[in-house]
């Protein structure tokens, strides 16, 4: 029995030397490095703490979605800018190369408006395209303008129909004082009308010779009245026609020559002013 007793000893001392963190009180965590440490903690955190797992999620999401708000902020602020460039082609109807810088900072702002606290190069980027775009669209734009503007000075804004049916009526009585042998006293020229302004058949002809081609188509049948009014129309039909012929013939030539030698130092600038405002780096 005493025998027994000291093998079991011996038996017991053999398994706690070959395993001695199996020892109660004489176990001694080993120490590990912190850079080691440190990607476990953060699994461990990341395990322990769902709300801060899911507001991670939340926060992926919202980076997600930031992309096309970035493109609508830069489309308003784009619009804005369109709207400006437009107007001042129609005010002075002529390229406004220096409106590019203005166009960049108005969509650079809405794309760092709509991105909040997402800075860097992907809002930049963003803004540096719409901008480019858009500068490209407001100089066509531009150049519709300056070809409807030049159509009104050189074709003219058809006439009221009443107005061609009288001026018909005047060409009339000039033909029959030309033929009488008496002169007539014809005006000095009118300047040219100015974008959208209709033309004024009447300061084209001696007053008195439009005061009595006005009496004669008072003094007209309705049935006369009514063929002179179409063939009228068909006369403004050709003018409208002229019109648009001479805008789309002119408006490609235009777009291309608005582009000088200035636009390539506005056009970097502008495109550069959107990508530091879009990326929030303007203060750096």
Known sequence: ?????????????RKRRRSPQLEEGNHEPEEVPLALARPQLRRLKKKTNPAEELEDEEGWLSMG???PMWIIGGCLGSLVGLGLWALMGYLIPFPLGWMAVGMGFMVGLGVR????ENDGVGPGVTAAVITLFSIIIAKFITAMIIA???ADLFVGVPADVE???IQQIADEI???RNDAGQDVDWPEKQ???GMGQQQDVSSGYPPDIWAEAEMRWEEMPIEEQQARREEAENEQDRAEDGQEEFESAHVGDIFIFSFGLLDFIWIPIAVFTAFQLGANIADN
């Open 148 to 150: 409807a503007w030049l």
């Open 191 to 193: 300047p040219l009308q």
């Open 113 to 116: 408006l709509s991105a909040g």
């Open 163 to 165: 107005e061609l049916s």
């Open 65 to 67: 979605l930031g992309f």
């Open 1 to 13: 029995m005493f025998l027994a007793d000291i093998d079991a000893n011996r038996r017991a001392r």
């Open 174 to 176: 000039v033909d029959e």
